[in-house]
């Protein structure tokens, strides 16, 4: 009998029983000869490619046990059990009671070091895997061990919230049934439940796995029943309350303390008081709620509700501060009067119609105030406006007239402009950077720095450069080397531009592996053949032809397109030197027709006549291109256009349809380049965005109206498009229509993040001087006509903008857009227009413009007294 072979067949029958009773049963020197042989046949497997990867995936319990059974040290059996490749067992529970049971046999301290080393192991995922994975890897059978062998329940963070995920899945599996009260760690673990790091969040994965049926459902009837100790979870919470954290790691222990139904007197109302000012927004509520139930119970004193209001009323949250306000509403006056200094604050954050209803309530409980309270509503009121400030006059006394000079407006202070890195220098520099590329995302600025040195350092060198790259070659690529398998499994192998720029390296250290590769049509192993999608073609074309050339064996000394400065441009200068490098040889096409792209709008005369003297063809056609003054302007616009729906089948009711007319004459690939086409539902590829701008630096309008194109995804999609908007902010040349509805679509995205983002680009433009503001009034106008965005998610940003700085290009552009916006007679005002007409009294006010918009005075004559009405009249007034 050869061990290792029975060993090896079990493992490929996938019979996991039979092979745990066969390395029961085998002998010390039979574990010798599997220890031997282990290592080197997974290796060899793992190296047959992404399916071979895949089977031994689907093999991993009987390698589990192969290695835990036979590996001799306990440091090779921890690491053995932690692989990546054989990390996720189909069984998880079963896998680790098998394991327990083939290492009895090994002596208690050996198995106590083992459970030592692989509680180690344990690391919390990173957020965005917590949904994905099925359990904390490796945490059953370090559990098991540590229990078995007395080790006891480690306290660290990541087992305390692996026990919890492994409760959930157990929950999972039994369709809910209670998992806690028969846990042998129950005892032992509460205490940390609340204070270890990652358990939130698997208290949250709980949640969206079992709604309804809780763990935290589960300890509380467990605290009902008196099978734990009721004030350990209250005291527990409290404390994880009081340690703050982020949103997901606190809102499942609001859960729970609901779940608790605590009665005021067990209510900690110093804590929950101490809360407001800085808790998460779940927390804030469940301390309101909590605190009014102390109040009605008489358990929160007057000082206490004082210091509560005012920091409920000094929270950013307009929720807040209204509750802060009905709070001070609903308590007797004799109450309200010791905290009426808290409206102070909603005087300066709130909305005009919160700030309204706070001048009300401090006027009613004037005569309840104190002397500390008088004077600071009367210090806020001078910040208020003429009206309201006479009316809290009348309840608190004369209020100071504001300093008749106007406050100086702010200074726009944009995030500073991208920093070029500087060159690869060295072979060993390059051989790093590749190694990083092989397992990141790329960005152009890099992939523009690794494809430079690779072509200079290999026109100096070839042969040491192939030396120095031949470990990463070993190392990052599938050994033996099959085409075929990057074919299949590369998704856009030949289209990718971090995977095309792999392929520069590889038909350097390896040509005859890249020929081969080079030699399978695009797209076999799919249904059809990969999009190439302009403006993408260009990347796509300057980096085939750097593979090509190296696969026929010859160099270039120098790439002319490679930027020299971060927004993508290539001096004029420095293109001209490297054309000087080049001599009577011709550059690579795609990239000259790049580098004629990224040279600046403006350039230095002086120039043309060095240019004039270059030997080659490509010479003559630069100093053509710069005789001419580059690239004329094409005419960019957009328009909208109803649909049914767009390529991703989604019902919209309209899509930006832009057009872009370019000037006659254009060479065919420039034409090519600036004519838009039409690929609806484009962006399978959605980083591919972040190139565009980089192209063509000095025609921002162009590449915008490329992105249109992919609009409706842009709203919802990759937050990797965003940096193409900055970009465009940066970017040299007119900027105009296109751009103004990129920036405003970008502005409706969902999260606050990319709205930021979009706001820093209008920013940038405004600083710059130039933003289009007539053109952004216009697309905001559109986009919410047509419900593409929602007007809540872009007011915030232009208030930002018009209280920073940019009020006069804010209200440029709300002059534009609000003619549109404004409901017609007999129409109801559409949601968020308040607010909308609340930043435009800001601007108008800094900006002191005197016009007419129309519908505005027809608005401002209805009768009524909704926010809407009262912005309207006090935009009109303000503009008259």
Known sequence: ???????????????????????????????????????????????????????????????????????????????????????????????????????????????????????????????????????????????????????????????????????????????????????????????????????????????????????????????????????????????????????????????????????????????????????????????????????????????????????????????FAGAAVKWLADAPPSRSGGAVAALASVFDAGTRALRERAVRLAVKLAPHAGDEGREAIREAATRLPADLRERVAAGYGAVPEPDPEPWPAPVLAPSPPPVLAPPIGTVAELARELTVLSRAAVEPQLLERVLAALVELTHHDRDGVAAALRPWWLEQWHQPFDARFYAHVANGYDRDPRFLLLRCALAVVSPEHGR?????????????????????????????????????????????????AATGHVGARTLIERMERLGETEPLEADFQQALLRLPRHVDPALLVRAEKLPSQAGRRLAAWLRDGGLPDPVVDWKLRRVRHDGDHRWVPYEVRPSVVPPEGLPGWLAELCAVERRSGYLAYPRDVVWWPAIMPSHPEVVAAHLLLCLPRFLDGSDARLDAVTALAHADGPVGAATAITIAAALGRRRPAPRATAADALTVLAVRGRLPAAELGRAIAELIRAELVVLGRITPALAELASGGAHAEIWRALAVALPSLLPAPGERPRAGLGELLEVAVQAAALTGVRCEIRGLADLAARKGSSHVLKEARRLHLAIS
């Open 516 to 564: 081969e590769l080079s030699a399978l049509p695009a797209g076999r192993s799919h249904d059809h053949p990969p999009i190439d999608v302009l403006p993408q073609r260009l990347v796509r074309r300057r980096l085939r032809e750097v593979v090509a050339l190296f696969e026929r064996g010859e160099t270039i000394p120098v790439l002319l397109a490679t930027p020299t």
């Open 1 to 319: 009998m050869n061990p290792w072979t029975e060993v090896l067949d079990r493992i490929d029958a996938g019979d996991d029983e039979d092979l745990a009773r066969f390395l029961d049963g085998l002998s010390d020197l039979g574990r010798q000869a599997v220890a031997r042989q282990l290592p080197a046949h997974l290796a060899e497997e793992l190296g047959g490619g992404f399916l071979a990867r895949r089977e031994v995936e689907a093999l991993a319990t009987g390698y589990r046990l192969a290695g835990a059974a036979c590996l001799p040290g306990a440091a090779q059996v921890a690491a053995w059990l932690d692989r990546r490749e054989l990390r996720r067992p189909r069984d998880p529970d079963a896998d680790a009671a098998r394991i327990v049971s083939v290492l009895r046999r090994r002596p208690e301290k050996w198995r106590r070091v083992l459970a030592e080393r692989l509680v180690g192991r344990l690391r919390i995922p990173a957020e965005r895997d917590w949904r994905r994975l099925w359990g904390l890897p490796g945490w059953d059978v370090a559990a098991a061990l540590a229990i078995e062998t007395g080790l006891g329940p480690p306290d660290g963070d990541a087992f305390v919230a692996g026990w919890v995920w492994a409760l959930a899945g157990r929950k999972r599996r039994s369709g809910g049934a209670p998992v806690l009260a028969a846990d042998p760690l129950l005892d032992d673990l509460l205490p940390h439940l609340f204070h270890a790091q990652g358990v939130g969040r698997a208290l949250a994965l709980d949640e969206w796995w079992n709604p309804g049926r809780t763990i935290a459902g589960e300890l509380a009837g467990l605290a009902e029943a008196g099978r734990v100790p009721r004030q350990a979870l209250i005291d527990g919470c409290a404390g994880r309350f009081l340690a703050g954290g982020e949103a997901a790691e606190i809102t499942p222990f609001v859960t729970l303390w609901r779940w608790l139904r605590t009665t005021p007197g067990e209510i900690p109302v110093l804590d929950f008081v101490r809360l407001l000012p800085s808790a998460t927004s779940p927390l804030v509520r469940l301390a309101l709620d909590e605190l009014h139930r102390a109040e009605a119970a008489g358990a929160l004193d007057a000082e206490l509700f004082a210091e509560a209001v005012g920091a409920l009323a000094f929270r950013p949250e307009p929720e």
